[in-house]
């Protein structure tokens, strides 16, 4: 469905597009546009005050043929059923393309976290697993972090879980914190993970990562370890991030041409997100417009925040010098806007290819959950390199042999991988 900006459109499109070219049985279709269940609850929290409040939450689980369905809980004030099923969806794909046996889900909130307390945190999400208890567990779903929520939040659900549960269950639930659980290297996965696969489309491309610019939308956690990746593991220049500033209810664009330093402004941002913009101004940073990022003249463009940024509007102000789009957000480009791309011929690093990243290291948090045994951070580290650059370099040679846009050849794998599962379990 081209010009929609319903996100679960947009990845029921993406699909149908590759099921096409797929030839895929009507009866599989069926089985892959939708969900396979889904669970949309109230959720009454006791507030600081005492009165009660009650917020509306959602689980979705896609499709769990190639293992326990997998997937975060987004926190965010816009969440709606459809936005958590594209977000489940992706998560199936994204699974399959790194080859990992996980399954595809993801849980929201309707509620913007920052109006809420500690207290008043801890009491949302351990009722979130109270609620959906029957229906997660190392086998079954297991949740993690997206925007919104926090490593400290996992670790309330985790021993929420296991109270119920009666025993400790440490693999219900990803991205706890280190010491309660958690995986070294977890933090930083999504955006390393970002930047290894930048890697390899430079290296395609005979492009030297030291002489490259990107320019990153967001500044949350993937954002951050994002730019990080690029400057200190490919020795490239970030010109830019963006941020939502809470006081202003604008966001904005944060600009250093030679080169912005993310360990400063990360010390000058809060927990929301938000960047202190005279702090940033007083270490010679230029504050913009939010939409500033994606005019700027350079090689990559990292969109790194939230779905539909890359639209049929903002596609037209994309340089003619940008040659690398990685989404380290999910479901950041509208299909009208992939047209544009691809006719432009701008080298695609899908999103659930792209950052891949962070539920790979989730996994390897479940596994060392199971084992009981640790391993250290290296470890972790050239373990999810390795996955994605295989998973990045299987991706490109789909598309090449196929001659076919990257978005596409990613579903083409995925697909491939999640009809298999359900043939071999005889489900179709
Ligand atoms: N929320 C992250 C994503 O969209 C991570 C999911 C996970 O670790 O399960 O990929």
Avoid at 64 to 92: C, Q, S
Wanted: glycine residues 10%; contains cysteine.
């Amino acid at each position: 469905m081209a010009g929609t900006t319903n996100t679960f459109e947009m990845a029921q499109a993406q699909f149908d597009r590759v099921a096409d070219m797929l030839q895929l049985d009507s009866e599989v279709r069926e089985m892959l546009r939708w969900p396979l269940r889904e669970f949309s609850f109230r959720i009454p929290v006791r507030m600081d005050n005492g009165t009660i409040r009650v917020f509306q939450g959602f689980r979705v689980q896609h499709n769990d043929a190639r293992g326990p369905n997998k997937g975060g809980i987004r926190f965010h004030p816009a969440e709606t059923i459809d936005t958590v099923r594209a977000l489940a969806t992706w998560m199936t794909w994204k699974c399959a393309v790194v080859d990992i046996p996980l399954g595809g889900g993801k849980g929201g909130v309707i509620i913007d976290p920052a109006t809420l307390s500690i207290g008043e945190k801890e009491r949302l999400v351990r009722k979130y697993v109270q609620i959906m208890f029957k229906n997660l567990g190392p086998r079954q779903d297991v949740p993690a972090p997206d925007v919104g929520t926090t490593p400290q939040m996992m670790g309330w659900m985790m021993d929420e879980y296991s109270k119920l549960a009666g025993q400790f269950t440490p693999g219900v639930i990803t991205g706890k914190p280190v010491g309660n659980g958690g995986s070294l290297g977890r933090t930083e996965a999504t955006g390393f993970g970002v930047i290894y696969t930048v890697r390899e489309a430079l290296k395609h491309l005979q492009l030297d990562p030291k002489t490259c610019t990107a320019a990153i939308q967001g500044f949350g956690n993937v954002a951050q370890y994002a730019a990080i990746g690029f400057i200190e593991s490919l020795g490239g220049t970030v010109v830019c991030v963006s941020y939502w500033d809470r006081d202003d209810r604008a966001s904005y664009t944060v600009t250093k041409n030679d080169g912005i330093d993310p360990h400063f402004l990360m010390s000058i941002t809060d927990q929301y997100g938000s960047i202190n913009k005279a702090k940033a101004q007083e270490a010679g940073y230029v504050i913009e417009s939010g939409d500033a990022w994606i005019t700027k003249d350079v090689d990559v463009l990292i969109p790194a925040a939230l779905e539909g940024q890359i639209n049929a509007d903002s596609v037209q102000k994309i340089s003619q010098k940008v040659k690398v789009i990685a989404e380290g957000a999910n479901g950041p480009t509208t299909p009208d806007a992939d047209k544009i791309l691809t006719e432009r011929g701008i080298f695609m690093i899908p999103d659930f290819l792209c950052n891949a990243g962070g539920v790979t290291v989730s996994y390897f948090e479940g596994v060392q959950n199971d084992m009981n045994f640790y391993w250290t951070k290296e470890e972790v580290i050239a373990r999810e390199d390795e996955k994605m650059t295989s998973a990045f370099n299987a991706v490109l040679a789909m598309s090449l042999k196929e001659k076919v846009y990257m978005r596409d050849a990613a579903y083409m794998v995925a697909i491939a991988r999640v009809v298999k599962a359900m043939e071999l379990r005889g489900w179709i």
